[in-house]
């Protein structure tokens, strides 16, 4: 079953140096429908102003990963980490049991769009850690190619969730096959372009949920960029 959520019926929100597009309920927006997909709670695709961004705030128990997709994001916390990041690196943070941190667009004159996700984690009350992780982005083109995993992979953040996140850059007409373990569910996010899923077509900002498939068949109508997130 494969459930498509156009990009034009997702909620928009412009604070002026925020633009956010997220999937899922999230701060003043609430939609009951919409509080989630299997563990994950977060999907924004947001773009924030030079040198703009969230001050001080704490989370507990969630998974929280951040994709730079363009532009450099600085993230600092009460762990001691000060780190910045561009595209073809990750960010994974896991609040445990408490964690403050900050987040900025780490440019002055560049925007910064970046995927922000949250999740449930596999295991509560954990010690908060933080990781950024690098991958090689050549290694995107016409492959699936895992950036974050509870399993040990090369270039991957990990994560305490039993999940993995895919990034892609497939070529018009190009296509991928994904083998699916039973029982497991998928998100899948278009960055940017137009690729078909089981036949159904989605283009940029669009998401699908799929649960009980065997075999995911992803096809590029056009250069697509896109997220595949494997779930429990």
Known sequence: MI????????HSADLGWLRSHPSFSFGAYHDPNRTGFSVMRVCNDDYLAPEKG????????MEIVSIVLNGRIRHEDNM???????????????AG?????TEFNASEDQELRL????????????KPSYEASRFDV????NALLPVVSNQVLEQAASINQNMT?????LEQGKQLEYVVEPGRK???????????VHGETLFTGDEAQIEAAEELTLTAAAPAFFMLIDLP
Do not use: C
């Open 165 to 169: 996140i895919y990034l892609s850059k």
């Open 97 to 101: 049991t408490g964690v403050i941190h």
């Open 54 to 61: 969230f001050g001080a705030h704490p989370h507990s128990d």
């Open 186 to 196: 998928q998100f899948i996010y278009i960055i940017e372009g137009k690729l078909s």
């Open 80 to 94: 001691g980490n000060s780190v910045v990041s561009s595209f073809g690196e990750v960010q994974r943070m896991s």
């Open 115 to 126: 995927l922000q996700l949250w999740f449930m984690p596999q295991e509560r009350g954990m």
């Open 3 to 10: 459930d498509v959520f156009p990009a034009a019926s997702r």
């Open 138 to 141: 050549d290694k995107l083109h």
